[in-house]
């Protein structure tokens, strides 16, 4: 008999918007998540900074520089102050052919803004950035994680430093964790790493322009997931796909629908 999976095998594969649909509009921004969700994104993926005042938001850079209309580092900034920055305009500027009026002025989101506005059942892909800059995020993510009751089956908490995602597991063990991964150079993965990694986390985050067919064989033979970034053209797409990789981020997740939907 021939099962789903048998006739569409990458029924699985994630399609995580990267910032929100953030080809489309800017970046970390309500606009952006929600457009990620009519585009078919399974997660939203979130990036996270954290205010003078301790509050949680959501921001790739540790500086407001690039994506509002301010400057300096956030950790200087009260969430009162950064709720004054434009985070909109500036993606009108760098992408014309995407811009939008109704970009102007959009806010930075905190984190529990986003909880309450994508309410508990949302695939959330939450990064904790620059952990050794603001100690004390990962107390404050699963603060929030239990007051909005999170269903942590779809949580995944991602991060490039294996001492946050050890500090995350060791507060809240039911916690899935994402190793997140950046090469240089062409790829390598031992089943020993493989095998290590998997000890506390359920899947790896590499870059995904230096990998090759043996990498993510060996990472999905130690049942980890692999999740490369940040994947933009369908060409690419379509070779991780091939090579067994069970999802992936991308700014344009209507793209990986369509292609999905396809294959
Ligand atoms: O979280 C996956 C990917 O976003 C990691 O790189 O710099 O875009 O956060 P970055
Ligand atoms: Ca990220």
Same mark, same amino acid.
């Given at each position: 008999t021939t099962t789903e999976a048998a006739k569409n095998?990458?029924?699985?594969?994630l399609d995580i918007a990267h910032r929100g649909a953030s080809g489309y509009a800017p970046e970390h921004t309500l606009t952006s998540y929600k457009m990620g969700d009519r585009m078919h994104g399974d997660y939203i993926e979130i990036d996270l900074q954290m205010t003078k005042d301790g509050k949680l938001i959501a921001m790739h850079?540790? /500086?407001?520089d690039r994506t509002t209309d301010g400057t300096g580092q956030? %950790? @200087? +900034? /009260?969430l009162e102050q950064i709720k004054q !920055? @434009? &985070?909109?305009s500036w993606f009108n500027e760098k992408y014309p052919q995407y &811009?939008?009026?109704?970009?102007?002025? !959009?806010k930075v989101p905190t984190l529990e803004e986003i909880f309450k506005t994508f309410t508990k059942n949302k695939k959330y892909y939450i990064e904790t950035k620059s952990p050794d800059v603001y100690p004390g995020m990962e107390e404050e993510l699963l603060r929030l994680v239990r007051k909005y009751h999170i269903? %942590?089956? /779809?949580l995944l908490v991602q991060s490039f430093s294996k001492e946050s995602l050890l500090k995350v597991h060791n507060l809240d063990p039911s916690v899935k964790l994402i190793q997140l991964l950046s090469y240089k150079k062409h790829a390598v993965l031992t089943g020993q790493e493989a095998a290590d990694m998997k000890k506390y986390a359920v899947g790896i985050g590499p870059n +995904?322009?230096? !990998?090759d067919k043996a990498y993510v064989q060996t990472a999905r033979n130690a049942g980890l997931d692999v999740h490369p970034y940040t994947v933009n053209e369908t060409a690419d797409m379509q070779k991780l796909i091939d090579w067994g990789v069970t999802g992936m981020f991308t700014n344009f997740p209507d793209k990986l629908h369509r292609l999905l939907k396809e294959n």
């Open positions: 095998p990458h029924h699985d594969v850079d540790e /500086t407001v956030v %950790k @200087d +900034f /009260t !920055l @434009d &985070a909109g &811009a939008n009026p109704r970009y102007e002025g !959009l269903n %942590k089956d /779809t +995904f322009n230096y !990998l």
